[in-house]
């Protein structure tokens, strides 16, 4: 709603729009828009960070930790088109919650889309999803 406001923008027009910051980058300043996401784990696959894309797990290692994840309002038609696995992002590893008012999961925070090389299908297949807490 700021974000449609500041720029007189109508705000079903707006989409979150994703970046993934390689590296171990200190963001001592917040961003002009959105915010930066730290502390996300990914399962069934990991972030290859010298092709800046999801990649194949080492074997016998199911979580990994993601890196900060730039998260932005923007216009719909300025998201660029890109090959992209729309990832879920849970608050648990449940994958499962409480059906709210609005007919998601009390669980289910929001989908994030991640650059890939492979089709989407392959990400889906093995069940890759973030997550904001771990098992203890």
Not at 21 to 31: L, Y
Not at 113 to 133: K, N, S, Y
């Amino acid at each position: 709603q700021n974000y449609a406001r500041r720029y007189t923008v109508e705000i079903d027009k707006i989409d979150l729009d994703f970046v993934v910051r390689d590296g171990e980058e200190e963001f001592k300043e917040p961003p002009k828009d959105g915010v930066y996401c730290k502390g996300i784990f990914i399962e069934a696959c990991k972030w290859d960070e010298d092709n800046h894309v999801l990649g194949e797990s080492e074997p016998k290692v199911l979580f990994t930790q993601f890196p900060v994840i730039w998260m932005f309002p923007t216009e719909i038609d300025k998201i660029k088109a890109s090959k992209s696995y729309t990832c879920p992002l849970y608050k648990t590893t449940d994958r499962r919650g409480i059906l709210s008012t609005t007919g998601h999961s009390t669980n289910f925070v929001c989908d994030i889309r991640v650059p890939t090389d492979c089709d989407a299908g392959h990400w889906t297949r093995r069940g890759v999803a973030m997550f904001l807490a771990l098992p203890e």
